[in-house]
């Protein structure tokens, strides 16, 4: 099941692209966005979304939020600056594992 969000007129967005996984990026892209008055970030690939297991079957099965420390980092970021972040994944992002989430 894919979300899309709900945009109204006028609001606000900032786009970004190629975090790779860099949590000190994202906090500073972030920051910036509720400082134009953003609401929502659109992250545009490469967001760094599940290459974190380090020799791990990305096939397994369980959850996989306790092996993903940047996409609980990012969430975290994100909730306490009122901003929503939505991404498109990009070739450096985990595309079995985005898949098995879709399922």
Avoid: K
Wanted: charged share 25%; hydrophobic share 45%.
């Amino acid at each position: 099941m894919v979300t899309v969000p709900r945009y109204r007129e006028g609001m606000r967005v900032l786009f970004a692209g190629d975090w790779h996984g860099d949590e000190e990026w994202a906090d500073r892209v972030i920051r910036r966005a509720v400082d134009d008055g953003c609401e929502t970030v659109v992250q545009l690939g490469d967001f760094g979304f599940g290459f974190f297991w380090l020799g791990d079957d990305p096939a397994e099965p369980g959850d996989w939020a306790p092996r993903c420390p940047f996409a609980r980092a990012v969430s975290a970021l994100a909730t306490r600056a009122g901003v929503r972040v939505v991404f498109v994944d990009g070739n450096h992002d985990n595309q079995v594992l985005l898949g098995r989430l879709a399922e």
